[in-house]
C-alpha cells in the first residue's frame, strides 16, 4: 500500500522541487518513488569531495536529508502540514572518489507528528557508503 499522501506523484514533480536548493546546487536527482521508497543520485565532483579527494561526509548528510525531507512532504496534506528536519545522523562506511552515489529512503516511523527515514547510500558497484537516519517533524501550518 502507498504511503504517499497522492500516490499519483510522479518523479518531475519531485524534481521540480530541486532548483535552487542546496540538493539542487549538489546535483542531486531524484529519480525513482515507489511505493514505500524514494531514491535519488548525486555526483561524486567538485561540489561535494573533500580536499582528500573523497566523497564528503556532509554531502552524504545533505543527500540523505534531501530524500528524507522531500518524502515525509509527500507522506502528509501539505495543505495542513509542513516538516522540518529534527535530527540527523550519519555513519560513513566507505569512501567514494568519484562517479555517482545513489540513495534510497524508506520510512522507519511515519506518525502523526514524527517521521523516521532509514536512508542508505550506496555507490556504483552497490558498495554501502553510507548509513544515514533522518527525524522530520510533522508542523500544522498556522
Known sequence: MPIWFDPSITVPQLQALVPGTMGGVLGIELT??????????????????????????????ALAETLGSV???????????????????????????DGYVYGTAT????????HVWDIRIYDEREKLVCVSRLTV???RKP
Not at 521508497?37 to 556532509?58: C, I, K
Not at 520510512?107 to 514524527?114: C, D, Q, R, V
Request: glycine letters at 10%.
Open 32 to 61: 525513482e518513488i515507489g511505493e514505500n521508497f524514494l531514491r535519488a543520485r548525486m555526483p561524486v565532483d567538485e561540489r561535494t569531495r573533500q580536499p582528500y579527494g573523497l566523497l564528503h561526509g556532509g554531502a552524504s548528510a
Open 71 to 97: 518524502a515525509s512532504a509527500f507522506v502528509i496534506d501539505q495543505t495542513q502540514y509542513y516538516c522540518v528536519g529534527l535530527e540527523i545522523n550519519a555513519n560513513h562506511i566507505r569512501g567514494v572518489r
Open 107 to 114: 520510512p522507519l516511523h511515519l506518525g502523526k507528528t514524527t
Open 137 to 139: 517533524a510533522i508542523l
